[in-house]
């Protein structure tokens, strides 16, 4: 009698230690995409990322690009760019010899990325002249870098502008020489076999917090003065921070590289 209790006892505490590692219901209507159940008890859990401690801090899974020390993740194409108190600095062309951008060892496709800049203060030029970077995905698709407070220039090239195309929808930039900062989600463009476009590049970005493009397809590579066009190319490529002789800084520069399943989550039927 005592064994049958026991081992009935132990079959319960399995029947809850299963009921707990795999909560949910398997008698719930299919969902639109015909792969789960509403609170689907066999659908996997997410992938743990541990938080950064502060604010702005890289997670557990990001490839830091800048830490304020190493600039072992990059090469630049002339001169190295200066590091000094915790950033790095676009040099001037005096010294560099010419257009100098900084470019990322390792290649990326869709990725979440966080960056900081600070323009030169006090600003001595205006309008593109003052303050102006760029953060180039795949060294193709410009998301401007421009010091934006109280100078006036072109609406899509000013910062947050996906240049030469989309203004920001809001200017949110803070004083010269105050830091600040980017958090981005790019979508690389999908090409078909015969190097057609099948989908677009987007991009998400949040100036200093503020929602500055939602969602905004871009129109192709970057083009000063034209309308961008698209050209296949393949699925990961550097990030490159633009020289555009302007002594811009940057400090805190990271990346998560972004699985599948955060492409596309428009509705069956629906994706555009």
């Not at 399995?14 to 066999?42: S, Y």
């Not at 194409?77 to 950033?87: S, Y």
């Not at 296949?232 to 550097?238: F, K, N, S, V």
Request: overall charge neutral; glycine content about 8%.
């Amino acid at each position: 009698m005592l064994i049958r209790t026991a081992a009935c006892l132990m079959v319960g505490l399995a029947t809850v230690a299963t009921a707990q590692e795999k909560p949910g219901f398997t008698d719930t209507p299919v969902l639109p995409d015909g792969k789960w159940r509403v609170h689907d008890a066999e659908r996997p859990a997410p992938s743990v990322v541990t938080p950064a401690a502060n604010p702005g801090g890289a997670p557990s899974d990001a490839v830091v690009l800048f830490d304020g020390i190493s600039l072992d993740a990059w090469r630049a194409e002339r001169t190295p760019w200066t590091v000094e108190n915790g950033a790095m600095t676009v040099p001037s062309r005096a010294r560099s010899g010419g257009e100098n951008n900084l470019i990322s060892k390792q290649s990326f496709g869709d990725v979440q990325l966080h960056l900081e800049f600070r323009s030169p203060t006090p600003p001595t030029k205006s309008s593109q002249d003052r303050g102006n970077s760029g953060i180039w995905f795949m060294q193709r698709y410009e998301l401007q870098i421009l010091d934006g407070y109280q100078n006036p220039t072109y609406a899509d090239g000013t910062v947050g502008a996906v240049y030469a195309w989309k203004p920001p929808l809001a200017n949110a930039s803070r004083r010269p020489g105050e830091w600040q900062s980017y958090d981005v989600i790019f979508e690389r463009p999908r090409f078909a076999a015969d190097g057609s476009l099948v989908r677009p590049a987007y991009v998400t970005a949040f100036l200093n917090g503020v929602l500055v493009q939602n969602h905004q397809a871009m129109l192709g590579t970057t083009v000063w003065r034209q309308v961008a066009k698209y050209q296949a190319h393949p699925d990961a490529a550097p990030i490159q921070l633009q020289d555009h002789d302007s002594p811009v800084s940057f400090r805190n520069i990271w990346v998560r590289p972004l699985p599948e399943a955060a492409i596309g989550q428009d509705l069956p039927g629906e994706r555009k």
